[in-house]
């Protein structure tokens, strides 16, 4: 996202009609967003899914490669929860395998 572009500020309920009704797209919505949304939706993310718990054994363990790449990243998505921060959306980071290895906030 462009520094000088604005977070729409009916993002999070067009998010939700999206979800549950699988409307769109909107308008004053970057397309790249509208995209993503209905690729997560193509490829069977469910995002009420019940998140495991951090406490499990093998949880919360970065592999080196892992830790290498959120320390690479993480200046990046500071700056993009700099630009989406009071929208209620976090950004996050996941493996090849959709295991979140970064979170903010």
Do not use: C
């Amino acid at each position: 996202m462009k520094g000088s572009e604005q977070v729409p500020e009916n993002l999070f309920s067009h998010w939700k009609d999206f979800v549950t009704f699988g409307k769109g797209p909107y308008t004053g919505l970057q397309r790249e967003i509208f995209e993503s949304w209905q690729r997560a939706r193509e490829t069977g993310v469910d995002p009420y899914r019940h998140i495991i718990d951090p406490g499990a054994p093998g949880i919360g363990k970065l592999t080196d490669g892992q830790a290498e790449l959120l320390t690479t990243i993480y200046p990046v998505m500071e700056a993009t929860y700099a630009a989406l921060r009071g929208s209620g959306f976090r950004v996050l980071l996941a493996d090849v395998d959709g295991w979140i290895i970064g979170s903010i906030p």
